[in-house]
């Protein structure tokens, strides 16, 4: 048998074959040009690289706060050693500066960038409108207890300040949300205006 020079592998099911291009190229090579070529063309500009950085931290920041509300806060009104640094818990500061600097730095670009553009512009201010929210609620009621239960852990009398945080605390999730969805918005309008 001789030698193939380009192979094109194909998997069917549990079944692969192997097949010969007739004009040298593999089918993958032939589909990237035609994606380039034909469909999947999208200029790149400042404000959708902006928008998308922003869009993949919103997710990252949604998937932190839903994890934290599911598996985290769960737990450690009775266990408070879970976010207690130097009881080995979690240092939630870690996870959301970086996540927070990210989105909103990006978002503030994504917003200069796409300033023109009215229906970017007014997706990529909601986001912002919920982001502001979502920040300043945390820093005037949720970070200054948070910080307070892991150094001082929870006396038995502020066990119900420790749930009231952790019930208020779920509804930032749907600020994120809000966030997400708007600079998704954003993203889906630069990409269909390109």
């Not at 737990?75 to 500061?93: A, C, F, N």
């Not at 982001?131 to 502020?158: C, D, K, T």
């Not at 300040?161 to 930032?172: D, E, I, M, P």
Request: aromatic share 12%; proline share 5%.
């Amino acid at each position: 048998m001789g030698r193939v020079p380009v192979a094109q592998v194909l998997c069917a099911g549990s079944e692969t074959q192997l097949r010969t291009s007739g004009d040298g190229t593999t089918g993958l090579a032939r589909f990237f040009r035609f994606a380039r070529r034909e469909v999947f063309h999208v200029p790149v500009s400042a404000a959708l690289v902006a928008t998308s950085v922003a869009l993949f931290a919103a997710n990252i920041a949604l998937g932190g706060a839903i994890y934290e509300a599911l598996l985290v806060d769960s737990v450690w009104p009775e266990k408070p050693s879970i976010i207690q640094p130097e009881q080995g818990g979690l240092d939630r500061k870690w996870f959301w500066f970086p996540t927070h600097l990210i989105f909103e730095v990006s978002l503030v670009v994504a917003i200069w960038q796409g300033w023109t553009m009215e229906p970017v512009r007014m997706f990529l201010l909601a986001a912002a409108g919920c982001q502001l929210v979502m920040r300043a609620w945390s820093f005037a009621y949720f970070i200054p207890r948070a910080v307070e239960f892991e150094r001082h852990g929870i006396a038995p009398a502020r066990m119900a300040v420790a749930r009231t945080w952790v019930a208020l605390s779920r509804w930032r999730i749907l600020l994120q949300c809000g966030t997400l969805a708007a600079t998704a918005g954003a993203a889906f309008n630069l990409i269909a205006a390109s």
